[in-house]
């Protein structure tokens, strides 16, 4: 081992995996990424194939060394985060059952309506939070209904991190901000909860044993080392859930402070000593032992923003040119309020505010002198709108914030920054690095004793580089178009669901004309 540790960070994002190799005063040394395929069998269903993770991993752990100019020797310890509430199930001997539902798959939707009108009181009691699509427990309560025979052959239930960490290690465990993601973990009494295992059929005995998030693990086996690339030996150190990740990796560590998340989905967060229990609202214990993050979240940001990429400006990827810069300079010289044009980004339908999985995505309010760059900017502008639907509902219960960290791929953008800013009335910071892998690799540094605890490990590695300040007139305009988007929002919802009722039973199609 060398006298200056390096610390490695894998993180599992919706898309792709990213593995990153910090040092410990927090300087990125190098980096790699390797996508992901998501599969949709059916419209709302969204599942990946836990192989692919793996294989993911195989191929950027080397790069990453690769890019940092380090030997495996030299990584002090290893650490994981990705998104929460994704099982994966294996049988007896080990062997995978099903590909993984995501987060965002929304199959299970009469499975959490059902859940919330026989149990919510209880489940929001027990577990802190309400039944949605998002959350394991009715994911699996829709696998004992529609699947049952993968359920009677399920041996351990892992989330999607610890799965992939335990190819590493050959264990199995998780941690609380993990376990409370699956809906099925007593928070009061520090244990999963039998009682809601038994509601949806679900056997407590394949449910892993819970650990602390900076808790060293394991090892590297020899046979994971010859795969990765890594060292032998290398400790391992457990990790959590990407939003408690970035929430602590941004140097979010203190109550109070308020996180944005501009990634696949996009969220909001505040840092506080206890968790805020209300209907609305989602709680998660924080990276920081004794600290907890309130969050909620809009299904659709970067996704989205990807989707109009794919759709009308992939041409514009050429000659060394990104076309997310192409459609970032466009948004740029558009007016603010994009001459009248709203953007609804429930492209699968919502979370929060809303909790309604048949809600959908629309333009409206277009005329012929929108283009291309119009359209751009009111994407950001609508997820702008989303997120202060979002932050509306904290301010409901007494939460609130002046500023607020951005975290995820969408914090590049000055453009959508400023939106951001100006939308939510708040003081946006951009850190030097917003990346999941950038706090797993501190929470490695945690469990490996290179940093004294959690907040040393952000006082240390975690620094401010830009501002978004709002600009008071942009605000008060902003205001205006969002109790748009909000009437108009609400006058489409049955229209929403019509379209989903009509899109399940079309008629057969017509025989060609002859």
Known sequence: MTSAPRL???????????TMIVAADGAVLGSASADIPTHSPHPGWS????QDWWRALCATVPRALQAAGCAAEEIAAVSFSAGAHTPVLEDRDGRLLRPAILWND???GAEAAELQASDGERILATTLNRPTPTWTLPQLLWLARHEPGIVERTHRLYVAKDWLRTRLTGGWETDRTEAVGTLMYDVPADRWSHELCTRIGWNPATLPPIVGTAQVVGEVTSSAAAASGLRAGTPVVCGTSDTSIETFGVGSVAPGDGTIKLATAATVSIVGEAPRVHPTLINYPLVVPGLWYTITGTNSCASAHRWLRDRFFAHDERDGRSAFDVMDRLAAEVPAGSQGLLFHPYLRGERAP????????????????????????????????????????FRAQGL?????????????????????ADVLGVEVLLPAVTDASFGAALVAGVGAGVFASERSAAAACTRIVGRAEPDAARHAYYGELFELYRRSQAALVSTHHALSRL????PSAAEPAR
Do not use: N
């Not at 490695?8 to 990213?18: E, F, N, Q, T, Y």
């Not at 599942?47 to 836990?50: A, G, I, R, S, V």
């Open 8 to 18: 490695m960070g894998i993180d599992l994002g919706a898309g792709s995996l990213k």
């Open 47 to 50: 599942e990946q194939d836990p």
């Open 503 to 506: 899109r399940e039973a079309p």
């Open 106 to 108: 929304q199959r299970s």
């Open 354 to 393: 809303h909790w309604d999985p048949l809600l959908r995505a629309d333009f409206i309010g277009m005329t012929f002198a929108h283009d291309r760059g119009h359209f751009v900017r009111a994407l950001y502008e609508g997820i702008a709108y989303s997120l202060r639907d979002i932050l509306e509902q």
């Open 400 to 420: 609130g914030m002046s500023s607020a960290r951005l975290a995820g791929g969408g914090a590049r953008s000055a453009c959508w920054r400023q939106i951001v």
